[in-house]
């Protein structure tokens, strides 16, 4: 079992940084951690994952070179650097924990966090 929390949404205009923060509980070696978001009547859609063991990472093309994810050199938390924000970036962002490497897609992810909003006015 893998308990996930998100962290560090909020409102900031286009332009701006946020960093969003996933506290993990449970067993989490062997797990790739990924980040995803539901805008307004959209599907729950790919944004970033990386390997706990390893550290390899993966990017939907929408956020590259505007996103970062890591993971603490401690502990069990990942990070989503957000910078260059945008309006369209506006989403409920979700964390998630999965076995089948750096998948993008939602039902290969097995553990969910209950999402925390950002939102980029223009």
């Known amino acids: 079992q893998v308990q996930l929390e998100e962290s560090g949404g909020g409102l900031v205009q286009a332009g701006g940084s946020l960093r969003l923060s996933c506290a993990a509980s449970?067993?989490?070696?062997?797990?790739?951690m990924g980040w995803f978001r539901q805008g307004p009547g959209k599907e729950r859609d790919f944004v970033a994952a990386?390997?706990?063991?390893?550290?390899?990472?993966r990017y939907a093309d929408s956020v590259k070179g505007r996103f970062t994810i890591s993971k603490a050199n401690t502990g069990n938390t990942v990070y989503l650097q957000m910078n260059s924000l945008k309006p369209d970036d506006t989403a409920v962002y979700y964390c998630?924990?999965?076995?089948?490497?750096?998948?993008?897609?939602?039902?290969?992810?097995?553990?969910w966090g209950q999402g925390t909003q950002v939102t980029v006015s223009s």
């Open positions: 449970g067993r989490t070696l062997g797990y790739t």
């Open positions: 998630a924990a999965g076995r089948r490497g750096l998948a993008s897609e939602t039902a290969l992810y097995d553990y």
């Open positions: 990386i390997m706990w063991s390893g550290g390899r990472t």
